[in-house]
């Protein structure tokens, strides 16, 4: 079992780093899922991290969705996240996931972009050294300007709240 010197309760969102603390802690880390029963009066030094919304859903849509039209996906997301399935809750609205948590909510909020900072943090948690984990590279899906634009117009909540 895992052991953390500072009690705290990382906030689950998808495609949001969540696969590189599992490497690290497996899943015996303290984990709250933002979609599952979230009661941010009892989070303790909740911190999560956050993704621009944008490369959340080309993340999502390389890992479920590429052998679709990226368009029939985009046009399809206001449908899909009623549903709960697997791909709905990974290009849910990040600021739905928290239930309406902002930024500001939270102890700490790390972006992908300071995953070196992720793990400095986690480090403090747990007292030691965690090995370096290199992500698989993937193929970067280009959107159009038409698509990047439908999706920021679909995730603008996300953006005005500051999730990204």
């Known amino acids: ?29 303290h984990l709250i899922d933002g979609c ?11 911190w999560t991290i956050s ?46 996931r928290v239930e309406g948590m902002l930024p500001s909510d939270f102890s700490r909020v790390f972006t992908m972009s300071e995953m070196d900072k992720v793990k400095l943090y986690c480090e403090e948690l747990v007292g030691h050294t965690l090995e370096d984990i290199v992500e698989n590279q993937t193929e970067t899906l280009v959107l159009t300007g038409d698509q990047e634009a439908k999706l920021k117009d679909f995730y603008q909540r996300d953006y005005e709240a500051g999730w990204c």
């Open 51 to 96: 993704r621009d919304p944008v490369e959340r859903f080309k993340s999502a849509y390389q890992q479920f969705f590429k052998f679709q039209s990226v368009d029939m996906v985009i046009d399809y997301l206001p449908e899909l996240i009623k549903t709960t399935t697997i791909k709905a809750n990974h290009v849910r609205p990040q600021l739905d």
């Open 36 to 46: 599952v029963d979230l009661k941010p009066e009892e989070l303790v030094n909740p």
């Open 1 to 29: 079992m895992l052991t953390l010197r500072l009690k705290t309760d990382y906030v689950w969102l998808p495609k949001n780093g969540s696969t590189t603390l599992s490497r690290w802690f497996g899943y015996d880390y």
